[in-house]
Nanobody, 117 residues
Framework: QLQLVESGGGLVQPGGSLRLSCAAS????????IGWFRQTPGKEREGVSC????????VYADSVKGRFTLSRDDAKNTAYLQMNSLKPEDTAVYYC??????????WGQGTQVTVSS
């Protein structure tokens, strides 16, 4: 079965950290660009960060720049989103997405991140 599975979400206090993982099964991630998105109820899904298939290009939303770090470990077929200095406004369901040059793409099921004291 071809799928992405996110993990690592949870409840954290403001200023805390979480690391989200996005593991691929049934296909290899090394030829895919990977993005992280987030969504809160009543709002559109927004892009958080993405990394090119080669790993040499990474972009971040202004709202997370300097706090979040996206990385990939193709040997483990997994991508990560390290989230530091978390704020209540970072609360959302986080999704990972993978897409290759042939427009084959996959979405994960999402993982809830809640930042609250």
């Amino acid at each position: 079965q071809l799928q992405l599975v996110e993990s690592g979400g949870g409840l954290v206090q403001p200023g805390g950290s979480l690391r989200l993982s996005c593991a691929a099964s049934g296909f290899t991630l090394d030829s895919y660009a990977i993005g992280w998105f987030r969504q809160t109820p009543g709002k559109e899904r927004e892009g958080v960060s993405c990394i090119s298939a080669s790993g040499d290009q990474i972009v971040y939303a202004d709202s997370v720049k300097g706090r979040f770090t996206l990385s990939r470990d193709d040997a483990k077929n997994t991508a990560y989103l390290q989230m530091n200095s978390l704020k209540p406004e970072d609360t959302a369901v986080y999704y990972c997405h993978a897409e290759n040059v042939y427009a084959h793409d996959y979405w994960g099921q999402g993982t809830q991140v809640t930042v609250s004291s």
